[in-house]
């Protein structure tokens, strides 16, 4: 899965999880759908260059794609 903690936070400072293509999230198929999900949330995301940038854990969003 292509869920990311971030070490470096070169492209978007106050990210602490980058989501890239391909990505398995069987609620959320595609990455707009999944941004558009976290763009709701309490948790800052964006997407830049086809990635998603957020500031949500790791862990709550692996539960949300997977969540029924």
Known sequence: M???TRVTRKEYP??????RVPFVCTNYPTIQELAALLMTGSAPSVIIEGKIFTEQAKGIIETACEAI
């Open 2 to 4: 292509a869920i990311l």
């Open 14 to 19: 106050g990210a602490l999880t980058e989501i």
